[in-house]
């Protein structure tokens, strides 16, 4: 009897793909942007002083946030502006929204006296719901 399968006498090459190289990449890539997104996230470098602090006022996760910064300035939502033209930038939200929420996030190395002239513009701007960022305990 006769097998009707003949085997060829060269067989067909095998592609193959070699792997090692592109999981390289891969887990190069991944730690990469595990060790660079705390720092994209934060924005402003700022040390916040140690207290116990509540649950933060946020609406839909979008809060505003105010950055008193040691010793390069103020910052809202993590672009530089001045005390003028925060005034004029929070009036015009707390007239769209009273209910906006901001945080204000002062360096502990400042004076007690810096973070207060911008909790004074927030709540001049009639700004209903704000909060001061500490670390939590």
């Not at 005390?83 to 707390?94: P, Y």
């Amino acid at each position: 009897m006769l097998s009707r399968h003949r085997r060829r006498r060269g067989s067909a090459p095998e592609a193959k793909i070699d792997m090692n190289s592109l999981i390289d990449l891969t887990f190069l890539l991944l730690v990469t942007f595990i060790v660079t997104l705390p720092a994209l996230e934060q924005g402003v470098s700022i040390i916040l002083p140690q207290a116990k602090t509540d649950e933060l006022p946020t609406k839909d996760n979008k809060a505003n946030s105010i950055s008193v910064a040691y010793p390069t300035g103020l910052f809202l939502n993590d672009k530089p502006i001045s005390q003028e033209d925060l005034k004029a930038t929070l009036a015009a939200m707390a007239a769209e929204d009273p209910d906006v929420p901001v945080l204000v996030r002062g360096d502990e190395r400042l004076d007690y006296g810096s973070v207060m002239q911008i909790v004074k513009i927030v709540y001049d701007a009639k700004i209903r719901r704000m909060a001061l960022v500490t670390l939590g305990n």
